[in-house]
Every structure is written in structure tokens, then in C-alpha cells.
């Protein structure tokens, strides 16, 4: 079974901006035309614009992400290096 952390799968996170909206952290503006904050679709269809706020802050969470996978590649990395060394002791006293 595949060990999924259900902290990484956010709904609450703005499609936009990066925002987490639970924690009115999404600087949105809602759409003239449907009424909705951080639907990407109102960007492509509804003729919204991105504000400089919205590309800072999309920026901001998009550099946090990249720690965040940096941060799980080195702990994997560890966890193979472990894996490997106990597997090869595993190995030598068999
Ligand atoms: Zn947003
Ligand atoms: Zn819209």
C-alpha cells in the first residue's frame, strides 16, 4: 500500500496563488463574472488579471514547496542509505 502523508494532498490550497484559504492566507480577488477567489479559470476565461500580490505570494509558496521536496528527497536519500547499509549487514552475517 502506498503510504500517502495527507498533509501534502491540500484542497485548501489556492490554485492561484499558492494560498492556503483555510487560513486566509489566498490574496485573491473574487471574479466580476462568477464570483469565485482563486479559480484559475477566471484567469483564462474571465478575463481576471494577475495582480503583483498574487505573483509575489504564488512566488513565496512556490519556494516553500521546493524546500519542503528538497527537505523529503534528503530524508528518502537517508532512508536508502539506511535501508541499504542494514540490508548488506543482513547480508555479511547470513
Ligand atoms: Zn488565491
Ligand atoms: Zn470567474
Known sequence: MYDY???FDQPC???VCGGDVEADACV???CPV???AGNPHCYSEHG???T???KETLA?????WADVRE???AMCADWIDDKLRTDKLLDSGR
Not at 60 to 64: A, M, Q, S, T, Y
Request: net charge negative.
Open 13 to 15: 490550497i489556492c490554485d
Open 60 to 64: 513565496k509558496n512556490e519556494k516553500v
Open 48 to 50: 481576471m488579471v494577475l
Open 52 to 54: 503583483s500580490l498574487q
Open 71 to 73: 527537505q523529503e528527497r
Open 34 to 36: 462568477c464570483g469565485e
Open 5 to 7: 502523508d495527507p498533509a
Open 28 to 30: 485573491c480577488e473574487p
